[in-house]
């Protein structure tokens, strides 16, 4: 069974940076697709950004430029880097991994940007 377990979110004013951080438990960890989605209060979550098991990444129009996701497979961790922060990013960010038709979602954390 796999478990996600994301950290780093917070409180910080615009223009600053947070590292998301999830931790993955389970087997086959560097197979996965593994992705940060967000939700922000009455809206739908969407994908933010998702990084393949080789490595590349992709991203929302509107992160490009100041998110960075990243994994490392040896420590079964993927990351998500968010710099020059708006407060149009706060949401709660989720981690989530797929692999076929296996999916797996993280509890959250919250991100909150102060203008």
């Known amino acids: 069974q796999v478990q996600l377990v994301e950290s780093g979110g917070g409180l910080v004013q615009a223009g600053g940076s947070l590292r998301l951080s999830c931790v993955f438990s389970g087997s086959l960890f560097s197979r996965y697709v593994m992705g940060w989605y967000r939700q922000a209060p009455g809206k739908q979550r969407e994908l933010v950004a998702r990084?393949?098991?080789?490595?590349?990444?992709n991203y929302i129009d509107s992160v490009k430029g100041r998110f960075a996701i990243s994994r490392d497979n040896s420590g079964r961790t993927v990351y998500l880097q968010m710099n020059s922060l708006k407060p149009e990013d706060t949401a709660v960010y989720y981690c989530?991994?797929?692999?076929?038709?296996?999916?797996?979602w993280g509890q959250g954390t919250q991100v909150t940007v102060s203008s």
């Open positions: 989530n991994g797929e692999l076929g038709r296996l999916q797996y």
């Open positions: 990084i393949t098991s080789g490595g590349q990444g």
